[in-house]
Structure formats: structure tokens, C-alpha cells
């Protein structure tokens, strides 16, 4: 049987009233559970550096190991056209082979000046990664602390959360979709987590503005789902004002 318009009102209310009663759990939380992961993804990031220079000193080992056989390979080489020098017939082979050892001598010298750049390189490289190592471990450190401090605040409050999320999802399956989608709409827009509110004092719960009295008096009806004009929250009833009776009245005079 569908339910009536009151009962709607009623089931949505309780929702609101359970996602309050977790947004003050998670209130005490604070901001730990953001920094818990915002420092996760930063260890995350130190980590890919990391390992990008490694990389990087990887590959310029490799370049060294490259320049120092092809200098090796420049040496075999001079040291065979010294002694084809030796047994040259006439000026133009002298020459010739003459070009090819200064040839061979400069490639040495090249080589020998990228060896000294990527020596430098990986030193500086080095540096970067002890400094970054640091860094990590410090920031290991203040996530272990985080993680703890969050652990022991949950710890505390994790029965009533659970017990809260099962009555949640209970209180959600007496909604229909349509509605539901629009109260998790509301709430998400909303910057005190509040899409549900009463009429306190002729004004809205959630937003503060002026309720007309012809909107309370339909609202004090029931018979449809009736929203604030200003903030479009559900406006689930309307409290009426009582008068405290401790408080002392006013004497008439005379």
C-alpha cells in the first residue's frame, strides 16, 4: 500500500535525524581521515620520485659503462694504426692514419668529458634522493601518528557507527528511490548536511528565512511535500512554541 504523504514526511525525517547523529561522529573525526589520505598520496608521490631517479641514475650508469667501451675501443684502435704508422709506404698513409689517431684521441677525450657530466649528474642525483629519503621517512612518521590518532578516535565511537549505518540502511529501504535521490541531493548541497528540517519559530530550520503562515498551515497538514522557497530544504512540520512555565510573568499593574 502506498504510503501517505505524513508517513513520508516521518520516514525522511528519521533518515535525516540518523545521517545527523553520524555527521556528529564524523565531526569529531575532524579533517584526520583527509590528512590520513592526503599524506597517503603524498608517500605515494615521494615514492614514484624516487623511483624515477633511480631510474634515471640506472640509465646513466649504463651511458658511463657505454663511454668507457667505446673509449676501450678507441685505445685498441690507436694502438693498431701506431703500428700501422710504422710500416707506412709514403706521406699520404702517414697522413692518413695520422687524422685517424687524432680522430681516435678526440672521441676518447668526448667520451671521457660525458663521462665526467653523467659521474656529476648521478652525484647530484644522489643527493636529491638522500634529501627525498628523508623526507619520506618523516613523512612515514607523521602518517603512523595520524593513522593512530584516527584509529583510537573510531575505536570509540565504531560500535555506534555501525549500529547507526544499519538503521540507516533500514530507514532507507521505507523511502522511495525518487525521494530518496532527492533528500541525498538536498543534503549533499547543503553545507550543514541538513536537506530535512522543521519550522521553528515561523522560519525555516535550515536557512533561517521567514515560513509565510499559510505555508505552516500547510505544512501542520501533511497532504503534500511542501520545500523551503529560500534554501530547498524538506520542511517536515512545524514546532510549536512552548512557554516555559519557570519563567516568572510579568505582574499587571494596577
Do not use: W
Amino acid at each position: 500500500m502506498e504510503s501517505t504523504v505524513a508517513q513520508k514526511l516521518e520516514a525522511i525525517h528519521n533518515l535525516q535525524k540518523i545521517d545527523s547523529r553520524l555527521d556528529a561522529i564524523f565531526k569529531i573525526r575532524g579533517a584526520l581521515p583527509e590528512e590520513v589520505q592526503d599524506l597517503e598520496d603524498e608517500i605515494i608521490g615521494y615514492e614514484t620520485r624516487l623511483e624515477k631517479f633511480q631510474t634515471d641514475i640506472t640509465a646513466l650508469e649504463d651511458e658511463i659503462k657505454r663511454h668507457k667501451e667505446a673509449i676501450k675501443d678507441s685505445e685498441k684502435l690507436i694502438k693498431k694504426y701506431q703500428e700501422q704508422q710504422m710500416n707506412v709506404r709514403n706521406n699520404r698513409e702517414y697522413d692518413a692514419i695520422t687524422k685517424e689517431l687524432e680522430l681516435q684521441d678526440l672521441e676518447i677525450q668526448v667520451s671521457r668529458k660525458k663521462i665526467g657530466e653523467a659521474e656529476a649528474r648521478i652525484e647530484s642525483k644522489k643527493q636529491d634522493v638522500d634529501a627525498l629519503q628523508e623526507t619520506l621517512k618523516d613523512r612515514k612518521k607523521d602518517l603512523d601518528t595520524k593513522k593512530d590518532e584516527l584509529k583510537s578516535i573510531v575505536s570509540e565511537s565504531e560500535s555506534e557507527e555501525n549500529k547507526l549505518r544499519s538503521e540507516k540502511q533500514d530507514a532507507g529501504k521505507k523511502i522511495e528511490d525518487r525521494l530518496l535521490k532527492s533528500y541525498e541531493k538536498i543534503r549533499n548541497n547543503a553545507k550543514n548536511g541538513l536537506a530535512v528540517v522543521m519550522v521553528k519559530r515561523g522560519a525555516c530550520g535550515g536557512c533561517f528565512n521567514i515560513v509565510p503562515p499559510q505555508r505552516q498551515a500547510d505544512i501542520r497538514e501533511k497532504k503534500k511535500l511542501i520545500v523551503c522557497e529560500h534554501c530547498g530544504r524538506i520542511l517536515a512540520g512545524v514546532e510549536d512554541e512552548i512557554e516555559d512555565e519557570t519563567t516568572p510573568k510579568k505582574k499587571r499593574k494596577a
